[in-house]
């Protein structure tokens, strides 16, 4: 397919188990997994922002990051050391220029 871009991914099993979060580390499970450690594909750039390039995270990462950019990400990171600890309704920070 001429034109479409690929995907930088990290060898991996195709469901993510046994790899690790991009931001916490923690080993992560199955896709299935009803877990927070559950393995996910996280835009690294938002979607929403025109971000194509993905690689694996855990669930509780990937929500509580949802359409942050990664230096607003590693901002939030650093302020919050247990970030993945965080109740995922409660902890993504207002967007700039976006009404709450």
């Known amino acids: 397919m001429a034109g479409k871009k690929k995907s930088r991914r990290r060898p991996m099993a195709s469901n993510g188990k046994g790899a690790s979060c991009i931001y ?11 877990s927070s450690t559950a393995a996910t594909r996280d835009h690294l750039h938002p979607r929403s922002r025109g971000g194509t390039l993905k690689d694996w ?10 359409d942050m950019l990664l230096e607003d990400w590693r901002a939030f990171m650093q302020a919050n050391p247990k970030w993945w600890k965080l109740d995922v309704r409660n902890a993504h920070p207002p967007i700039k220029g976006r009404k709450p």
């Open 24 to 34: 916490c580390e923690r080993v992560l499970e199955a896709t299935t997994s009803l």
């Open 57 to 66: 995270c855990c669930k509780a990462c990937n929500g509580i990051k949802g």
